[in-house]
């Protein structure tokens, strides 16, 4: 049997999105809407917790990729679900569950510059720098966290226990 021991427990999760929270609006001002960018779909649950620790003016609109790794250094991302509105001219934050080999986010990054928006930054819960292949800037970490499989608070394994409440290390056993 598979088990999933917590790495990050919910008070851990809940105390730290508060803090990034707070220093996202810090960077934004008081008064900039920010549209956050839920990246389809391992952050939603991340993005619901988030932007309510978030003040002010706040959309929200939903990208949905999926990218397939034919070997580590190549890769090819597709979008499976875009924008329903412009966002030109708009503070973009993009909401990403994990950073991995950076390589959905260097293509998200260089998609979404294209339309031009004001800024754009990105929020990423959990990034695990030692897989890093595709180097790409991110703006707001959560956590670094070690490299090994995890899932829980919106991460999967083929579509399972994204609804465990905190975030665990995927054992085999
Ligand atoms: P990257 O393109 O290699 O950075 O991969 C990013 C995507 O891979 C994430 O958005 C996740 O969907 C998935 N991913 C990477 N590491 C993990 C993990 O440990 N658990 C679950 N999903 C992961
Ligand atoms: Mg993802």
């Known amino acids: 049997m598979p088990s999933t021991p917590a790495l990050l427990d919910e008070t851990t999760l809940q105390t730290r999105i508060a803090e990034l929270g707070k220093e996202i609006r810090e960077v934004y001002g008081e ?12 952050s939603i649950i991340f993005l619901s917790d988030l932007v309510r620790t978030i003040d002010g003016p706040v959309e929200l609109e939903f990208l949905g990729v999926s990218s397939y790794r034919g070997t580590e250094s190549t890769g090819e991302v597709r979008i499976t679900h875009d924008l329903h509105n412009s966002i030109a001219g708009k503070h973009v934050l993009v909401v990403e569950d994990i950073v991995d080999t950076g390589l959905t986010l260097s293509y998200l990054r260089e998609m979404l510059e294209v339309r031009e928006p004001a800024s754009l930054r990105v929020v990423a819960l959990l990034d695990k720098p030692s897989r890093r292949t595709s180097p790409v800037q991110v703006e707001f970490t959560g956590f670094e966290i070690p490299d090994a499989f995890v899932v829980g608070y919106g991460l999967d394994l083929n579509e399972r226990y994204r609804n465990l409440p905190y975030v665990g290390i995927y054992q085999e056993d």
């Open 31 to 42: 008064d900039t809407p920010i549209t956050c960018i839920g990246v389809l779909k391992g």
